[in-house]
């Protein structure tokens, strides 16, 4: 069987390549760069599935209207479609989720489900990264390959998420330790923006929080703002 891995964040290309060594029965190439997707390569290589863990990017409908073409979510679909789905999880209070693997379609995450897995949010953005990429690849990945599994319609009430800017992740007075806490660890890892406070012409930009009674410890970083 041919597989196709695109992603571009380093928890995921480790598991990957792990993947890869592990799976010699199948053929499986990963693509790391926006621009290595391209109709021709696919069409080239000819994969039975592509794999899209934490990829960002644009996937042409040339491409997930000819091949069967998978992504993660992390919420419960229909539940939480949209954009920025571990930060608004956090910010509404939900402390377990599931990672829902979708054919990709026209619509934001509205294709049918292979299969949904559970996932914790505890700890930090880059804790919670690293756990879902463990069951994406060692639980997710092999049994849609090993079970061929025919994805169902999306069944129940849709809610969107509205994807998150920069600006929303400041931190403001009216914040409860909690949740201070919980915006300072759910931007806190490769990619994403830190939460911050502004302070006259600086940025105060916070990571690797620890939330004690009513007390935040945290690193801070202090710049320049960038007009």
């Not at 109709?39 to 996937?59: C, G, K, L, T």
């Not at 953005?125 to 049994?143: C, G, L, Q, Y």
Request: glycine share 6%.
């Amino acid at each position: 069987m041919k597989i196709l891995i695109a992603t571009h964040k380093s928890w995921n290309i480790d598991r990957a390549n792990a993947l890869i060594t592990n799976h010699k029965e199948h053929d499986i190439r990963l693509i790391t760069e926006k621009d290595e997707l391209t109709e021709e390569m696919v069409n080239d290589f000819a994969p039975d599935y592509i794999f899209f863990p934490h990829w960002s990017y644009y996937i042409p409908q040339s491409i997930y209207e000819k091949w069967e073409c998978v992504v993660f979510h992390m919420t419960d679909l229909p539940y939480g479609r949209g954009g920025s789905p571990l930060q608004n999880l956090i910010v509404r209070g939900i402390k377990n989720t599931k990672i829902s693997a979708i054919r990709v379609v026209e619509g934001m995450d509205a294709g049918a489900i292979y299969m949904k897995e559970d996932l914790n949010l505890d700890g930090s953005a880059t804790e919670i990264f690293d756990r879902a990429s463990e069951i994406i690849f060692s639980k997710m990945i092999p049994v849609i390959l090993k079970d061929d599994i025919v994805p169902k319609e999306q069944e129940g009430e849709v809610v969107t998420f509205k994807r998150r800017n920069k600006a929303d992740g400041e931190l403001l007075p009216t914040m409860t330790p909690e949740t201070i806490y919980d915006f300072i660890r759910m931007l806190d890892a490769e990619g994403y923006p830190n939460a911050f406070i502004k302070f006259g012409d600086y940025i105060l930009e916070f990571s690797d929080a620890a939330l004690n009674g009513d007390e935040v410890a945290a690193r801070v970083v202090i710049r320049k703002e960038n007009k």
